[in-house]
């Protein structure tokens, strides 16, 4: 039987990490609970469904760009702590920064699009253990008071 969470060497085949570090907590039915906490067949609050099952979960050791952001940066309490997240995660955007931006009312970006230097800071090449949130279908999930994409089981190799 295969096991629930498998750590995957920083030589896996994605070439772009996205991911959630080990203490940053995730809105579920349960409440908030911190991503580790987490087994497939949760169900997580979603934006745009409202509730999803969790297939998997892919915890990996990765050396990749990462992006701090500062608590409260993105506003009020967006993110609620201080939080590290790879570069190419993906965030929803909709509040000025969307408008202003990307002339959208809301958009999808990957984080290290939004660094500042000051809130927002690229940190460079980091090794972190991201767990990667994986449902049948794409959706934005509340994790550290911010709204990420999480892909589909489909999306992975």
Do not use: N
Request: hydrophobic share 45%; charged share 25%; net charge negative.
């Amino acid at each position: 039987m295969k096991p629930a969470v498998s750590l995957q060497d920083s030589k896996a085949q994605h070439a772009t990490p996205r991911g959630i570090a080990a203490g940053t907590t995730v809105l579920t039915l349960d409440g908030e609970l911190p991503v580790e906490f987490l087994s497939p067949g949760d169900r997580v609050i979603t934006r745009d469904s409202g509730m999803a099952v969790l297939r998997d979960i892919r915890v990996r050791r990765v050396r990749c760009r990462a992006v701090a952001i500062s608590a409260g940066s993105l506003g009020h309490t967006r993110p609620d702590e201080d939080m590290i997240l790879p570069a190419a995660q993906r965030i929803l955007v909709r509040d000025w920064r969307a408008e202003a931006l990307f002339g959208a009312t809301q958009a999808l970006v990957p984080v290290a699009r939004l660094a500042d230097g000051q809130y927002i800071r690229d940190l460079g090449e980091t090794e972190m253990v991201l767990h990667e949130l994986l449902f049948d279908d794409v959706h934005v999930i509340y994790a550290g008071g911010m709204e990420l994409d999480a892909p589909a089981v489909t999306e992975t190799v």
